[in-house]
């Protein structure tokens, strides 16, 4: 590697994620509802058939090699119990963005949605425990590049890989896996 990147993890707050989405949570009057319970409408966009997922992500070292972005869809994520995740992000542009940009950010009980073109990396770094799941929420055509075709380069999603590039990003928060030591 040429260069070694850090970047701290932030609160998770509505304006501190408002430039990559909007955070999952009950907030605010309730779009509907009726006695017994509560509707916060959210505003999914996709082009093709939503496909929805239980993604299941792994406890790896604290590095991020590989962001992508997402052209035609709000991809969604949402934690199923278990521990607190990291997810890394940067603002929609439409070349990657410099490692300085990244946002560290810290999913405990809340999830997230990307607004369209929301840089982010493709892994979340669980940081307890052997794994944690996710609820996920993107839409078929896009799900089926990256994964039915894969090898083919992608109209729908933009990747760009950090590590081939030179650059490793490391999220400061204290890792579950020390890469020098498995």
């Known amino acids: ?23 999952l949570a009950p907030a605010g009057p309730r779009d509907a509802g009726r006695e017994g319970y509560d509707i916060w409408v959210q505003p999914f966009a996709a082009e093709t058939r939503p496909r929805l ?7 790896r070292p604290f590095v991020v090699a ?19 995740a990291i997810i890394v992000v940067a603002e929609p542009s439409k070349t990657p963005p410099e490692p300085e940009a990244l946002r560290a950010f ?9 607004s369209r073109g929301t840089w982010h990396a493709i892994d979340a770094y669980p940081e307890a ?7 996920f929420l993107s839409e078929e055509a896009t799900v089926d590049e990256l994964f039915a075709n894969a090898g083919r380069p992608p109209q729908r999603t933009q990747v760009f890989d950090f590590a081939a590039a030179g650059t490793e990003i490391v999220i400061a928060t204290k890792p579950l896996i020390d890469k020098d030591n498995p």
């Open 66 to 84: 590989v962001i992508e972005r997402h052209l035609h869809v709000t991809e969604a994520r949402l934690p199923l119990g278990g521990p607190p």
């Open 106 to 114: 810290r999913l405990d009980g809340e999830g997230v949605m990307f």
């Open 129 to 135: 425990g052997p794994h944690a799941d996710f609820l």
């Open 1 to 23: 590697m040429n260069r070694t990147i850090r970047i701290p993890v932030a609160p998770l707050t509505p304006e501190a994620f408002a430039p990559y989405g909007r955070i």
């Open 53 to 59: 997922q239980l993604v299941r992500y792994h406890a």
